[in-house]
């Protein structure tokens, strides 16, 4: 069987994916709440490490950072004042490097993250961080309404499992195919952080 088309590929769009040479690393909500609150993730670990990889290398070339962090509810899931809305240690964001807070899952929305991201010149965007489904999603497909070229990084990337119907939908499999629609008409997907470095 032949292997379908992407949309972007039916209608001339595709791109190459993005090194960080030549990107900005954009770094989607990679706070506590994900590891220790009702919404920690099962992935969590493997994508911690390749954000820390990603992360690494764009500070070692001096390449531009924005990190995005949500907003939750006061007492209650990505609390801001509380531990779960913290940045999760590890991958804190260091001096001078931009964050950007928001109160709903697209990162655009009521934001300044547009103008920061225009500031550092690219239209070229590495994205990683936390959930696939959710806030990494909705900031994707707003990013490409504002012209950017998104990269995702797949092992960099994860969410959770959520009710379906009668059942639950695994975390892999809301992870895969999330990716998959994303691939279709929003963004290329690598596999690991060495694919942009």
């Avoid at 993250?113 to 909705?138: R, Y």
């Avoid at 707003?142 to 995702?152: E, H, I, S, V």
């Amino acid at each position: 069987m032949t292997q379908p088309l992407s949309l972007l590929q039916h209608y001339g769009r595709a791109f190459a994916p993005a090194r960080l040479s030549n990107a900005t690393l954009l770094v989607i909500d990679p706070q506590m709440e994900y590891r220790m609150g009702p919404l920690a993730l099962p992935g969590l670990d493997p994508a911690v490490e390749q954000i820390g990889i990603l992360l690494d290398a764009a500070r070692q070339q001096r390449r531009p950072i924005v990190f995005v962090r949500h907003l939750g509810i006061p007492g209650g899931l990505l609390d801001p004042q509380g531990e779960r809305g913290h940045f999760l240690p590890e991958l804190a964001p260091q001096p001078g490097e931009t964050v950007v807070e928001k109160r709903q899952p697209n990162g655009f929305n009521g934001t300044e993250l547009h103008d920061k991201l225009m500031a550092h010149g690219h239209l070229d965007l590495i994205i990683c961080g936390f959930m696939t489904h959710s806030s990494v999603s909705s900031t994707v497909r707003a990013a490409r309404d504002y012209g950017y070229r998104c990269t995702l990084v797949d092992r960099a990337i994860a969410t959770r499992d959520i009710p379906a119907g009668e059942g639950t939908l695994a975390a892999a499999d809301l992870h895969r195919m999330e990716m998959a629609a994303l691939a279709d008409n929003f963004a290329v997907v690598v596999s690991q952080a060495q694919d942009v470095l």
